[in-house]
């Protein structure tokens, strides 16, 4: 793992911030350059899996596998830092995945409708006990496209709601929760969200298509959200990736780890002493 990554470690901040409002905004993590050779892969996946007889939206899971640049982010030196920061270093890559949002067709423009509220991890929602349940994971957005403007699909999340495990919903069904707001961000800006905030995605009522990536980082003990496609990757990965990529030297690695099962913690140790590693 790069020793630069050291400059960007989580901040009092934003920590505060993330307990408190459960997200927050990270730009300019990626470099024009990147974004757009990131952009070209995300193109091409796309031709190669969306549906042709759909309406031309994707959200397609087992990204990282996908190509050699994707692995990069896994570890990125201006984000990785903040999310064991706020995780600990018993942490994996549990989750990858690509949402793309063309424009809305403009004859459905006018319909109102409410947006697809959620927690993310499912059933754990409802089979952990616990008010409010646990963070257990948070996930890292990455944005190629520029969405400063509110109609561009935006990521709409309701502040605080991961302090509470539900919102109240209008009983009009075409409003949102009180308290909604669309998180506006430039491309190469990552967004950090706890995995209980209510979110959801807006409707793009741009001209543009927006494009972003998800990495969702949880404890070892948590089995992976999707198949993690990831094998071709670890004969030349350092030992900290390895880690993230779901490596273990057993069952009992996940829950009870050895020093070899979590080399991270031996790597923070190493650079910012004891008193940053917690039991």
């Not at 911030?17 to 990131?38: K, T």
């Amino acid at each position: 793992m790069d020793d630069g990554c050291l400059a960007h470690c989580l901040s009092e901040t934003e920590r505060a911030q993330f307990e408190r409002d459960g997200y927050f905004v990270l730009e300019d993590v990626l470099p024009s350059d990147l974004v757009e050779d990131l952009s070209e892969i995300v193109d091409r996946v796309y031709a190669e899996s969306v549906d042709p007889e759909g309406d031309g939206r994707l959200n397609l899971l087992d990204l990282i596998g996908r190509d050699d640049h994707l692995l990069e982010l896994i570890d990125w030196p201006w984000t990785f830092p903040k999310v064991w920061g706020i995780l600990g270093w018993n942490i994996q890559l549990y989750h990858s995945h690509l949402i793309v949002t063309p424009p809305e067709p403009t004859e459905t423009r006018d319909v109102q409708k409410r947006l697809g509220w959620h927690q993310d991890s499912g059933r754990l929602n409802m089979e952990l006990e616990g008010d409010p349940r646990p963070r257990v994971s948070l996930k890292v957005g990455f944005f190629l496209t520029d969405t400063t403007s509110a109609e561009r699909g935006n990521f709409h999340v309701v502040p605080g709601s991961h302090l509470t495990n539900s919102v109240t919903f209008p009983e009009d069904k075409t409003r949102d929760p009180e308290g909604t707001i669309p998180v506006q961000v430039p491309a190469g800006a990552a967004v950090f969200f706890d995995r209980r905030i209510w979110h959801a995605a807006g409707r793009n009522h741009s001209d543009i298509t927006r494009k972003v990536m998800f990495y969702g980082y949880s404890y070892r003990w948590l089995r992976p959200r999707d198949n993690m496609t990831v094998a071709h990757y670890m004969d030349r990965s350092d030992p900290v990736r390895r880690q993230l990529l779901g490596a273990a030297t057993g069952g009992m690695g996940y829950t009870s780890p050895s020093d070899e099962d979590v080399p991270l913690r031996d790597w923070i140790e190493a650079h910012l002493g004891k008193h940053a590693v917690a039991p």
